[in-house]
């Protein structure tokens, strides 16, 4: 069977040529997230340095996963899925780099909160906005988990960087599982021939 472009209804869902190819993202994406929460539960006492080095790589990865998933869902360009989820992973990024140039724990609490909160509250957006995708029940959840750990991090700013990465990696870890079986069922997925 060959692979053509299929047309696009108003709310597409994954294109038959790229959605064979949607699982390696979200794996890469799982991946990333559970090292990052991995590394918290291992990381005996980290200073400030330690927890912005490692909130720095860990935003970084995870915008350009999100990017690297909003590709491979080939969004129209005026999709408000798009634009949301796109700003979101362009506010990780930036906050990656600020925190990891600042060190300073109390700027990588704030910080990060709000591009996790921001980047929870696009993910349930762009869920809202997908009733046919296949990804929409994993953005209601990792949304509500991304916004849930955003909205903590804050309160554990006096805690110290133990605490911030701590709650950090607690979020990241039930993410990571969440994106892991969703990369695996959408592996299982495309592997099914296209009459089952």
């Known amino acids: 069977m060959s692979e053509t472009a299929v047309p696009q209804g108003a709310n597409p869902s994954l294109p038959s040529a790229h959605g064979n190819r949607i699982w390696q993202p979200v794996l890469f994406r799982s991946m990333a997230t559970l090292l990052f929460g991995i ?113 903590l991090l804050p309160f554990f700013s006096g805690a110290g960087p133990h605490a911030l990465l701590g709650v950090a990696g607690g979020g990241a870890l039930m993410s990571g599982a969440l994106w892991l079986l969703s990369s695996l069922t959408l592996r299982h997925d495309a592997r099914q021939p296209k009459g089952t």
């Open 39 to 151: 590394i918290t539960v291992f990381f005996g006492s980290p200073d400030t340095l330690g927890l912005c080095l490692n909130f720095g790589w860990y935003f970084l990865v995870l915008a350009a996963s999100h990017y690297w998933v909003v590709r491979r869902l080939v969004l129209p360009r005026g999709d408000t899925r798009r634009l949301a989820l796109l700003g979101g992973a362009a506010l990780l990024a930036v906050a990656g780099v600020v925190i990891f140039i600042a060190i300073s724990a109390a700027l990588a609490a704030w910080l990060g909160a709000v591009a996790l909160a921001l980047m929870g509250a696009a993910e349930l957006f762009a869920a809202r906005a997908s009733d046919r995708s296949q990804l929409r029940s994993d953005w209601l959840i990792s949304g509500v988990l991304g916004l849930g750990t955003g909205v």
